[in-house]
């Protein structure tokens, strides 16, 4: 590994391979071209839902541990927008598709929380924040990566699309990212190897929730 790299190069680089499946996962090809069978893109949405809410918690929280000020305005800044965004999309489609949102959270779901919560409740800002990362950072270059391909016309999952791969979540994601890399840089070389197996591990839990949503199957 080229330890002239940034943080970021190197971690993205090393969860790439789960990258390259979350791509080329039937959901994502069949919501790119708007054939996605709507009772899997329910379920999804369901999940993403619980998801989204403890998500959005916890970006809170680990603001907190944000002590800078200029980062810590920068980062709540986002949060806020991004989860507002992230939210008004979901109440659009659940009222398009009548999605019942009163569901209990899959496995996957609960334990990628679960995962989130234990590296913010270290107290360290490198560890929650590397944990944090693939919800916002792959998620973008998934619907960077759709956008591209995409089918918009009639797609029944347009908004969605919009929504993750739009410029000014794109600018928010490369500010967090600076900040990850800022923090790497001055972190110990223990801090970092913990933030990429934080990072690795979310990437994971990110197939597996695109997984569930197609198959309904709480499979690792």
């Known amino acids: 590994m080229n330890t ?14 789960i990258y390259a499946d979350i791509i080329a996962h039937p959901f994502i090809k069949e919501l790119a071209a708007g054939t996605l069978d709507t009772a899997r893109f329910d379920r999804y949405l369901a999940q993403d ?9 916890q970006m809170f929280e680990l603001a907190e541990l944000i002590t800078e000020p200029d980062a810590h305005e920068m980062f709540c800044l986002f949060a806020k927008e991004g989860i507002e965004g992230e939210k008004a999309m979901h ?18 779901t609960a334990d990628y929380n679960a995962h989130t919560q234990a590296a913010i409740g270290t107290g360290s800002k490198e560890i929650g924040l590397a944990s944090m990362l ?29 929504e993750y791969g739009n410029e000014e979540f794109t600018k928010g994601v490369a500010q967090v990212l600076q900040l990850a890399d800022s923090y790497a840089a ?35």
Request: aromatic share 16%; with cysteine; hydrophobic share 40%.
């Open 4 to 17: 002239s790299e940034s943080w970021t190069k190197q971690a993205w680089k090393a969860a790439e391979g």
């Open 49 to 57: 839902e619980l998801y989204v809410g403890n998500y959005g918690r």
């Open 91 to 108: 109440a659009l489609l659940i009222d398009r598709f009548g999605i019942d949102t009163a569901v209990q959270p899959s496995a996957i």
């Open 134 to 162: 693939p919800c916002m950072w792959v998620y973008n270059e998934v619907g960077l990566h759709i956008l591209r391909i995409a089918e918009l016309d009639g797609n029944p999952y347009a908004e969605w699309i919009r």
């Open 186 to 220: 001055a972190a110990s070389s223990e801090v970092r190897a913990r933030m990429t197996e934080e990072y690795i591990a979310a990437t994971q839990f990110e197939y597996w929730f695109w997984d569930y949503g197609y198959t309904g199957l709480d499979r690792r």
